[in-house]
């Protein structure tokens, strides 16, 4: 069971076009940020790997290229936002590799948007031409119901993107958690905001992925500083901070927090070895 960051940045990914700053100018590979999104990887009971994706951004051929996933067994959506959903056309590719279709799980409003924004493939008979795109089954999905996918139990949690209600997802194994497992995990990008009736379900983690765009304050996003005093209320054995802007340079931010916080950068894996 291993949890990979495949993108650690902000909307505009680091470096940022037309952009100088130091952050953007870094020799640490871990200064340089793809758009946010994660992967859940294991072996389930019947010995198949299976790939979990969290959102589906612009850089997902980048992502998959660079960590040899070759395969998604089901895309997470999180929210609507194209930072987090314009990679869906990159799916047919895990088609063609296993020929099959693809599970997709989203709010409804998510669902709606994909459904217009790629009508090509929710209404692929009115195409033109028979052209090769994704082939995916959506299902809706809504907080606190939980679903299991391939032994994995995965719970949507209400968080607030500003006044968008967005959502989280813990992960859970169906019995105890195996020693050396990242989970119980819970995924919370983009969040300036947990409702109270969210916080029960953020306890127990053993892992805890939270956004902290910058030290300034954001009207839809946690600061450092939010998301500090959020992951200390949560009590996770160990918190990685994702969806940061240029504002923070990797090495110099992670100095400052406190132990058990860490600034991810893509490419980490969690529970590998």
Known sequence: MRFMFLGTGTSAGVPTIGCGCEVCRSHDPRDRRLRSAGALRFVDAGGVERVLLIDCGPDLRQQALAHGIGRCDAVLFTHNHVDHTWGVDEL????????????????????????????????????????????????????????????????????????????????????????????????????????????????????????????????????????LRAAEQMGATATYFIHMSHDLAHAATQADLPPGVFLAHDGLVLGEG
């Open 92 to 227: 047919r590719r895990f088609n063609a590799v296993m020929q099959k279709p693809i599970d997709i799980y989203a709010e409804l409003h998510t669902l709606e948007f994909l459904r217009r924004v790629y009508m090509h493939i929710f209404s692929r008979d009115k195409n033109v031409n028979d052209s090769f795109v994704a082939t995916l089954v959506p299902h809706m999905i809504e907080p606190d119901l939980p679903l299991v996918l391939h032994g994995v139990r995965v719970t949507p949690v209400r968080l607030l993107h500003g006044r968008l209600p967005i959502v989280g997802f813990r992960f859970d194994h169906l019995g105890p958690a195996p020693a050396g497992s990242p989970l119980p995990l819970a995924y919370c990008t983009d969040v300036s905001g947990i409702p109270p009736e969210s916080w029960p379900l953020l306890a127990g983690l053993r892992t805890l992925v939270l956004g902290a765009l910058r030290h300034r304050r954001h009207p839809t996003h946690f600061t450092v500083e939010q998301a």
